[in-house]
């Protein structure tokens, strides 16, 4: 199995699993660093199910959600049926099918550990921005807990804050943040006697 096939074999139970990992918390956090009104576009990366999203909708904020499991969007748009300010795209992070300058602000939410060059994806984030508007990132900060890899199919094992800030001023992002959440991501392996609680970062910055 590999991250697609884990994620659309998942998607129909991932809500359960999601609030276990993380809260709501996570989210308003994000949004609090961009400015939410009606009329704004904001892009969701790695949309999931919409745990970014469904915040946003109901504020009246038109969304473009990008995830590359189908079976994820397909859990979206059943969940989200009488909403109409939602444009559902399947598409890679490193090649976003969004075009130059299109959104206010980009948020990825528990998105970047999964991708294969997350230097690359910020880059994507930024091209799609339009200038003046910001890029937010919440995410793991760098632990140890291998089992991740293995039954969750993470490729990074979380990020050094240090790298996250040296990777959006490598993208060409200005006024950068790189903070604690406030809360930590939980989980508890289903083969190893072990659990883990990870701190959470956001990292924001404007282009």
């Known amino acids: ?3 697609n096939s884990y994620f659309n ?12 990992f993380f809260s709501e918390f996570v989210r308003e956090k994000a949004y609090s660093i961009v400015d939410l009104k009606q009329g704004r576009t904001v892009a969701d990366i790695g949309a999931g ?9 109901k504020k ?7 995830d590359y499991s189908n079976e994820m969007l397909n859990q ?18 490193e090649d976003l099918p969004i075009e130059i300058n299109k959104v ?3 948020i990825a939410n528990m998105y970047l550990h999964h991708v294969n060059n997350p230097l690359a994806a910020i880059k994507e984030m930024v091209r799609i921005t339009k200038p003046g508007g910001k890029i937010v990132i919440t995410d793991l900060d760098a632990h140890n807990h291998e089992f991740l890899k293995i039954e969750h199919f993470d490729r990074w094992l979380g990020f050094k804050r240090e ?7 490598d993208a060409g992002l200005k006024n950068i943040t790189v903070d604690c959440v406030g809360g930590n991501c939980c989980t508890t392996s289903k083969c190893e006697n072990e659990s883990a609680s990870i701190s959470i970062f956001i990292a924001s910055g404007e282009k």
Not at 12 to 20: V, Y
Not at 164 to 169: G, N
């Open 1 to 3: 199995m590999n991250s």
């Open 9 to 20: 074999e998942v998607a129909n139970q991932w809500d359960t699993m999601r609030n276990a």
């Open 49 to 57: 199910t919409g745990f970014i999203t469904e915040g946003l909708v």
């Open 60 to 66: 009246g904020i038109s969304v473009i959600a990008v």
């Open 76 to 93: 979206m748009k059943e969940k989200f049926k009488h909403y109409s300010n939602i444009d559902y795209k399947q598409g890679e992070a």
């Open 104 to 106: 206010d602000y980009t």
């Open 163 to 169: 790298d996250i800030r040296q990777w959006f001023l």
